[in-house]
């Protein structure tokens, strides 16, 4: 007789079992409603058959309505339900796939005889007679070759094919009614009986496993839910959807059309729709240059070569259009605006100090979309889109993304748009061997997204290997008012390409005078968006670094500026090492001063004249910078004389932030207490002098 298996549930209670217990008897032995509301379980980790034995000990949890895990076996068992309503109706009707996505499921068909609406009808019509037979989902194993032999006598190639190329020696398939049985690694809900709101909408065409040039088959989608209520709820959401279809409003409006003459995926813009779009890339042009960006174009068409360092020929070929053959090389449409805008950065020599460097464009793209994939503006071979990109230092990646996420919530919010999400795209591990990069690259990439995301506040749902071949990415789509996302920024960290970059590049110039390359090449801030939004996604001075660098001012400024210490620091370091104290206050001073005024510090040459440019600053700022500036003699006098002014000068600029909700009455209290404060501690700026002073007075007593 066999032993008695524990099955442990998710409190950490554990219960005895006959062998052979199922998922659906654990619930029952809790409770019948569990039981009754149960739509799957998982068991060890899995999702499992409610129905299917446990024979082992094991870690079990019943799925009900709750999870969200639980409506998509749901939609998936609604799937099985309608190709076996298909088959009963249209005997030798060939099956392709059944899978759930979001907010329905679709089945593929093989058929020479369309399906009409009529024939959808009568479709939902018997999958309801099925469903109120009570018909058992069964699960069985069937060993590989004699499933294929069976499945090849049936003339269903489609599975045969799948079987060949996923099926393990032996494999689950599922039984529904007498005519239908399919490859599916499912789980499924028990019967029928569970299937309780669905609605079939659609037919359209599609090819097997989505190649053109493979067979064409008939998609049928449709939605299902737990309640009738839920699904009268998607379908009215439905018909306001197709209230405002933008391909409609666009005729209607005489904004924009599709020429079938010139091709389909091409977007003509009428009067009206030309004049929305420059109003639109006007702003776009405006939030460039005033954050910032230097603009540029660059041609629609270049050489084959480029695009073969790029990587996009190694990558991207097959959303190219093919080559053209002009006076003696070949040349290619861009798909990207990005080896263009490295092409002009890399015309002259750089200096580590003019990074980062932005360039945007509003750029027009050619990409060859699948016809069965175009779908208005959303979908289209050629389209304007608000580009960007930043050569930057690595120690200011995080800054520069975060300087996006922000910029990209801003413009969302100026549309009108406060609902959003974010995904952060990473890639396999290099287990696949399709992405470009080391694993510390991608390690660098990914680690800088995360710590971004989280300085902007924003949660973002990781994408496990959905990054772009050449780094990772973070998107942020809005949602409208049918709560539908819609991805529109694109945050993307781009590390592959410095071959273009050594191409033929000017070296950087380093402060020793030493040429050496930028080895983490540059961060691409690039939005796949369409014409119709143009929408940005790119900062030059988010409030999150304006608060961080006048928090460093402030702290350190007020602190290398302390009338106790700065006197003791003559004793402690001497003339040469407290002037430089000095001169540190002084770089903390400016710093304060262009954060204020939320301009990015230039490179020292150009910083006097920007200086005394910024509008906001302390009366007489100009003199008194000078005095600040000028090193005197080595006498006591004159360096206790330039601290004062330089403390005075320091505290009538930090007094401007009084009426700055950020800081307040007490901008130097604020700043500390941001930047120290630990949990478990009660830190001050008192104790922090007092401790300062103390090993000042240990220095110079040695």
């Known amino acids: 007789m066999s032993s008695p298996i524990q099955v442990t549930l998710p409190d950490g209670s554990q219960h005895t079992f006959p062998p052979g217990t199922t998922p659906l008897d654990v619930a029952r032995s809790i409770s019948r409603r569990l039981a009754d509301d149960a739509i799957v379980a998982r068991v060890n980790g899995e999702l499992w058959d409610l129905t299917r034995p446990i024979e082992a000990d094991a870690r079990v949890e019943i799925l009900t309505p709750k999870d969200p895990e639980a409506l998509e076996v749901y939609r998936h068992s609604t799937a099985h339900l309608l190709a076996a309503a298909v088959l009963e109706l249209f005997p030798g009707t060939k099956l392709g796939i059944g899978p759930p996505i979001k907010d329905g499921f679709y089945y593929d068909f093989e058929r020479s005889e369309p399906f009409t609406p009529e024939d959808l009808e009568r479709i939902e019509k018997k999958m309801w007679e099925l469903r109120d037979r ?58 029928t009986k569970k299937l309780k709101a669905f609605k079939l909408l659609s037919v359209a065409g599609a090819y097997w496993k989505g190649d053109e040039h493979r067979q064409q088959l008939q998609r049928i989608y449709g939605t299902a839910w737990f309640s009738e209520k839920d699904l009268q709820d998607y ?75 790029s990587g996009h020929l190694s990558h991207y070929a097959e959303n190219m259009y093919a080559a053209m053959e002009l006076d003696d090389a070949r040349y290619r449409l861009k798909p990207m605006n990005c080896p263009g805008h490295i092409l002009i950065y890399r015309d002259r020599q750089r200096s580590y100090r003019d990074l980062p460097v932005r360039l945007g464009e509003l750029g027009t793209v050619y990409r060859y979309e699948r016809s069965g994939t175009l779908h208005g503006l959303f979908r289209v071979r050629g389209f304007t889109q608000d580009d960007a990109h930043i050569f930057c230092r690595p120690d200011q990646i995080e800054d520069e993304i975060v300087n996006c996420l922000e910029f990209a919530v801003d413009v969302l919010k100026t549309y009108g748009f406060h609902r959003y999400q974010a995904e952060i795209s990473t890639w396999d591990g290099g287990s696949s061997g399709k992405y470009d990069g080391t694993p ?28 772009a071949f050449y780094g990772p990415k973070i998107d942020v789509k809005l949602v409208d008012a049918l709560d539908r996302p819609w991805q529109l920024s694109t945050v993307q960290f781009d590390f592959t390409r410095v071959d273009l970059l050594k191409w033929s590049s000017p070296d950087y110039v380093w402060p020793d005078g030493v040429k050496a390359e930028l080895s983490v090449g540059w961060l691409a801030f690039d939005r796949d968006g369409r014409s119709s939004a143009l929408i940005a996604d790119r900062v030059c001075y988010s409030d999150t670094i304006r608060r961080r660098r006048l928090d460093e001012a402030i702290v350190w400024g007020d602190l290398h500026l302390c009338s106790d210490l700065v006197e ?83 505290h009538d600029l930090i007094a401007l932030l009084h009426d700055d909700p950020d800081y307040g009455e007490d901008p130097i209290g604020t700043a500390f207490r941001r930047m120290f404060r630990e949990p478990g501690r009660s830190w001050s700026m008192e104790e922090w002098r007092r401790g300062h002073e103390a090993r000042l007075r240990g220095n110079a007593s040695q």
């Open 440 to 467: 510390d690259q991608w390690q660098l990439a990914e680690s800088a997204l995360h710590r971004a995301v989280e300085r902007v506040g924003l949660e973002a749902k990781v994408m496990e290997d959905e990054a």
């Open 134 to 191: 009570d018909l058992p989902f069964e699960r069985r194993l069937t060993p590989k070759e004699e499933g294929l032999a069976k499945y090849r006598a049936m003339g269903e190639q489609m599975k045969c094919e799948l079987i060949d190329e996923r099926a393990d020696a032996v494999f689950s398939e599922y039984t529904l009614g007498p005519h239908f049985i399919d490859f599916c690694r499912g789980p499924h809900v028990p019967s």
């Open 568 to 650: 003791l620091r003559w004793d402690a370091l001497g003339p040469l090492g407290s002037h430089e104290i000095l001169g540190a206050a002084w770089e903390q001073t400016k710093q304060a001063a262009f954060a204020i005024n939320r301009h990015w510090m230039p490179w020292p040459g150009k910083q006097s004249h920007a200086l005394t440019a910024l509008p906001l600053l302390p009366q007489g700022f100009a003199g008194r910078a000078l005095d600040c500036m000028t090193v005197p003699a080595g006498d006591f006098e004159s360096y206790i004389t330039r601290a004062g002014n330089m403390r005075e000068l320091f």
């Open 235 to 309: 379908l009215h959401k439905l018909e306001e959807a197709k209230k405002r279809d933008h391909r409609t409003l666009g005729r209607q409006l005489d904004l924009i059309s599709i020429q079938e003459l010139a091709g389909p995926g091409l977007i003509f813009f009428h009067p009206k729709g030309a004049l929305v779009r420059k109003l639109l890339e006007d702003w776009m042009r405006e939030q460039y240059l005033k954050r910032g960006y230097d603009l540029v174009n660059t041609p629609h068409v270049m050489r084959e070569q480029l695009w073969q360092i």
